[in-house]
Nanobody
Framework: QVQLKESGPGLVKPSQTLSLKCTVS??????????WSWIRQAPGKGLEWMGSMAYDGSIYYSPSLKSRTSISRDTSKNQFSLQLTSATPEDTAVYYC?????????????????WGPGTQVTVSS
């Protein structure tokens, strides 16, 4: 059973960098044909795909967030991370990491099979 767990600060000040880690157990982030994604949901809004890293290290970002987003991984710890620079209150959301089979998919039920529980991040002074 694959499990994902997000971790990181729950409160970030405006203009600072939002940093989160996703720790994966029960499966490798280098397993063939897997995509490891960051997805968020702001209050009152739908899910938003932020970016994905493939099993081979390829990375793709949402065009709307590309200039502020960075995804990286530590294969020795089976973790992947998100950094979002220049945070604003509009970045307040529940942040999820998830495993999928298609890069950038927004077919949440069909293309993602494992999700972390989510972590609330609030951007506020």
């Amino acid at each position: 059973q694959v499990q994902l767990k997000e971790s990181g600060p729950g409160l970030v000040k405006p203009s600072q960098t939002l940093s989160l880690k996703c720790t994966v157990s029960g499966g490798s982030i280098t397993a063939d044909t897997t995509w490891w994604s960051w997805i968020r949901q702001a209050p009152g809004k739908g899910l938003e795909w932020m970016g994905s890293m493939a099993y081979d290290g390829s990375i793709y970002y949402s065009p709307s967030l590309k200039s502020r987003t960075s995804i990286s991984r530590d294969t020795s710890k089976n973790q992947f991370s998100l950094q979002l620079t220049s945070a604003t209150p509009e970045d307040t959301a529940v942040y999820y990491c998830a495993r999928g089979s298609v890069m950038g998919s927004t077919r949440w039920q069909e293309d993602y099979d494992y999700w972390g529980p989510g972590t609330q991040v609030t951007v506020s002074s």
